[in-house]
């Protein structure tokens, strides 16, 4: 499969965003680990601003990020939001409160604990009727969900948003469950003329692991500690502007990815 | 679209463990709701499988029993739809079968009971919950071609109560894309703790049998449920047999509200128009729409609004929620195979339950079974988060 990139953006520990995250990756400026910071969601109403919480407002901000890069009105652009966990703050209060006799569950937690709140929050912040989906892969949601917005990018002909995130589950469910750290990233893929973007990306799978093996150094430590952030060689390659391949393991096999910049 | 083709297809609800079954329950019209006498709550009604609790998982991981793994199980070894996929992995090779699966709650049962045993010191869960091959979303389909043996890629949509509608859409994706030659498309959900109380709050659990289209609906009885098809390209395999043939898909967004849905009904009349465009059919090819209809007032009130923008009042349409309760990301998958059975054995099924049907709703639904051989078949998923699906299918 061959796509192109037009648009990307990061967030997470010490990654602010694409113009940032480019330097750190380029090793032009060291990578210096801190909170990250996630403001409330312009697009939203101010009561559904102010109660989003930090998976939403992550996913989001990195939506728009990317889609402003690209240069491309939310209207036009078929979304994929791709998490392991998804809300796991909002599960854990539900899980807690069905836990003791009678407990009562929030009617705004419920509603908000599908798993395409956030997905659902972005249509419904720009009034966009353009479909969303929302996947759930456990470790790979980067690299499964990458392998389906690039398919559906293709069939649609039409350009695709793939917004992989995900955050640390607080309570009993996160002691099983560990994500480390809050991560995200996203790519405007489209298949037309995809020469004209940041990077062509020719994509295959495999049988077995991928080569070469992601290394784990400085921002690099990150992977191992959000599924999201396994798509950190990736952006990596894309920041560089080199010819490069990397390999992101899947559940079984690998996806093979030749980066081409543009 | 080219269409696809369906060349197996399995379904358990409490309408019927397997196709015989519910096609019996859909023609006597014999609803599967009982009292609700799940996870402690005794308000309204259900719609239960029975036998999970007796359902045991052979030849995988044993980390992945749950309910909702115990009841994708219990389809898998229906209709047989086991050997059927073998066939397919024996022709096309285990790496070209992929399995995409659509599912809101996935194992979640898992994780109340594991809440419920918490250590209270360590706060950790006991050692037995198995949260990655339970609860965790990517649980289905890992535990899906585990027990079917395919190592193609896998995938698991949760798009809320539109989810294994919305499985059928992606999987097409990776067979245009040649990524796959035959893909398992379906889902399970279970009851839980969560959805029962969760919809209890919302307000939206009928005290009575659910009953869609009714002038006196008044809310949604929770069912589970469990359906998978075999889907692959037409003619690419000589052995395989058609059951029916997917026509097409639309699939969009409300951008409206989190949990209720557009009353314009923009959205959704955008995904029947988008589905009817993608099978080259007109509004007057279709001869039945499967609603989403899960008997609450607005969802009702939305999709009749937009079924008659789109059909006016010559096409029978009705909800079949009232046999199997609302499976929620189960329920667009079962209600294709119900589209399978109608199609193969002619007849329309009628909504159960109503007694007068909404004065105000303008499209044609019915109240009664009809003896009719229909040869195409929309049916609707909506769900929370403003998603919408409907895709047609067509008779063999």
Redesign the interface.
Known sequence: ?RIGVRGVTVRGPGLSGWAQALRVLRGEEDWVPGPVHLPPPDCLPPNERRRSGAVTRLALLLADEACAQAGLAVSDVRGVFAS?N?DGAG?DD??????V???????TR????????A???W??G?????????????D?SFG?GL??A???C???RKPVVLVAYDAPIP???G???VTKDIFGCALVLDAEDAASGLAVLDMS?G?GPGEPEAERQGVYGLIDGNPAAKALPLLAALARGQNRRVALD????HLSIEVRPC | MKPLVVTSGTVVSAAGHGLAQTVLSLKERRSGLTGCDFAGVTEGFIGRVPGIEQHGLTAVNPGFDCRNNRLADMALMSDGFFDAVMQARAFYGADRVAVVLGTSTSGILSAEEAYAAVDPVAGMPPDSFDQARTQDLFALPRFVASRLGLEGPLLCVSNACASSSRAFVDARYWLEAGLCDAVVVGGADSLCGMTLRGFASLGLIAPDMTRPCDARRNGISIGEGAGFVLLEREGARPDATVMMRWLGYGVSSDGHHMSSPDPQARGAIHAMRDALAHAALEPSDIDYVNLHGTGTLANDAMEDRAVHAVFGDGVPCASTKGWTGHTLGASGIIETLFSALMMREGFLAGCLNVGTPDPAFRSHVLTANLERMPKAIMSNAFGFGGTNCSLIFGAA
């Open positions: 499969m392991s998804g599960m539900i899980l807690a409160s069905l836990s006799p009678d407990g009562e569950v929030s009617p419920f509603h908000n604990s599908v798993h395409n709140a997905a659902g929050y249509t419904i720009h009034g966009a009727i353009t479909p969303v989906v929302a996947l759930g892969c456990f790979w499964h392998l389906k690039a398919a559906e293709l069939v649609e309570g009993p469910i002691r099983v469950r799978c049988v899947g559940a079984s096999g």
